[in-house]
């Protein structure tokens, strides 16, 4: 099964419909694009495209509503179809400097709107554009998030962010976002992502996500979390209260415990049994997502690159989760990061992982061998994953029962081939390295 996401982030849309069918042949399953409603055409920066205008123009830097729906269509057809997932932002508007700052689009952009009837009318999703879609009465007036605030699920959810407005869950709001997914379902989207998710009320999830109309559709919130206080206060309440799935940022933090010195990656081997991963069914599990790197109060969080390379051949050789691959073109303002993350999606080591993660998908994962720095599990009868975090190279032996034996087995990402035999088998793993051998490649 396909199922891997491919985070698109900020390309634009004509950029992603050129590129579909290698996205395609490199086995994605679906594809999450940037928010697409309506911000600042002139905005290249990718903060823009999380401060909306308007849900009901679908029209910013990366393109407009025809853009997008031959984006959908392409994304659909073949054999092999990609579903295609939008990023949404419902917490809040726009941080913009002017006199009718609660005030959505504005008297400006209704004039723009009015002046140019012919481009507004192009990119409309839905309802009327001759009058506005929120006024000051749609939104909180708490303040800003500050301090010990941030610890606090009610102050999180009705006070601002970072100085965005923040939008109320009242009957105009409800009703605005109602059309604003029914439209985007009636133009062919698969599912959504909802940004900020922990700072909407249930409320207003449940407005969106548990109509049956909808709930065939893929829905994953950020939850963002970095530690066992913001799992007790954010992410516990939202699993429980709704059936949507979730960033798994106790994995992450799982995984960057498990490699950084002195970790071990036992660690890694049942972390949902252990209570430091979400449950199979509810994880989009990642190494990187784009609130890291352009964050500085999360950059301590990024990986070493080689410990990342090693990170991703965990996520998409394990089983569990719907796995994301985050790709860029280099938006983080850090020099450091110039190249990291630049057309991740097509690098020959994540395309490897990518193919092994289809050919096993829902398959059981057993272990095989393993000590604090080498991991090494089996995929059902056909696959083998070996991970070792280790400035040395280390033999793992073990039993073959319920691998394909006799077999011939390749290594996907280093294009090596071994040929299994008898009761027991000896694998070396240099250091530093993932292997992910598949039976028959």
Not at 31 to 60: A, K
Request: charged share 25%.
């Amino acid at each position: 099964m396909r199922d891997v996401i491919l985070h698109a982030f900020n390309w634009k849309y004509a950029d992603i419909l050129a590129n579909v069918e290698a996205i395609r042949r490199a086995g994605y399953g679906a594809i999450l694009i940037p928010p697409p409603l309506s911000s600042d055409p002139r905005g290249d920066q990718w903060w823009q495209r999380y401060q909306p205008r308007d849900y009901r123009v679908l029209l910013s830097w990366l393109g407009g509503k025809r853009e997008l729906e031959a984006l959908v269509a392409a994304c659909h057809a073949g054999a092999s179809p990609i579903r295609v997932y939008a990023d949404l932002v419902l917490n809040h508007m726009a941080n913009e400097a002017r006199d009718d700052h609660f005030d959505f689009p504005g008297r400006a952009e209704l004039e723009r709107y009015r002046q140019e009837p012919a481009l507004y009318e192009e990119n409309r999703l839905y309802g009327d554009l001759g009058a506005g879609l929120f006024t000051t009465a749609d939104f909180h007036h708490a303040g800003e998030i500050e301090g010990a605030e941030w610890g606090d699920r009610g102050a999180v959810q009705e006070q601002n962010l970072s100085g965005l407005p923040d939008l109320g869950d009242g009957a105009r709001v409800l009703e605005q976002q109602h059309l604003m997914v029914d439209a985007m379902i009636a133009m062919g989207f698969d599912g959504f992502r909802v940004d900020a998710i922990k700072h909407i009320t249930e409320r207003m999830i449940d407005n969106l996500a548990d109509r049956p109309e909808v709930r065939e559709r893929f829905w994953f919130g950020e939850v963002l979390t970095g530690g066992d206080q913001d799992e007790r206060v954010f992410l516990a309440p939202f699993l429980r209260e709704t059936w949507i799935s979730a960033y798994d940022f106790p994995l992450f933090t799982t995984i960057r415990e498990a490699f950084a010195p002195g970790g071990s990656l036992r660690a890694l081997l049942a972390p949902d049994r252990d209570g430091n991963a979400l449950p199979w069914d509810r994880a989009v599990t990642f190494v990187v997502n784009h609130d890291i790197p352009h964050n500085d109060a999360f950059r301590a969080w990024l990986l070493d690159r080689q410990d990342e390379h090693l990170a991703h051949a965990y996520i998409l050789g394990r089983d569990g989760g719907v796995p994301l691959v985050y790709s860029d073109h280099d938006e983080s303002p850090h020099e450091a990061d110039r190249g990291r993350w630049r057309d991740a999606w097509k690098r020959p080591d994540l395309a490897a992982m990518v193919a092994f993660h289809n050919e096993v998908h829902g398959t059981p994962m057993t272990l095989l061998a393993g000590n604090d720095t080498l991991l090494v599990f089996r995929r059902g009868d056909r696959g083998i994953v070996a991970i070792n975090k280790a400035g040395f190279g280390q033999w793992a032996e073990f039993g073959t029962w319920g691998l394909a034996n006799p077999g011939r087995y390749r290594d996907l990402i280093h294009g090596h081939v071994m040929h299994m035999s008898g009761e027991r088998f000896g694998l070396y793993v240099p250091p530093r390295t993932a292997q992910m051998w598949l039976a028959g490649a």
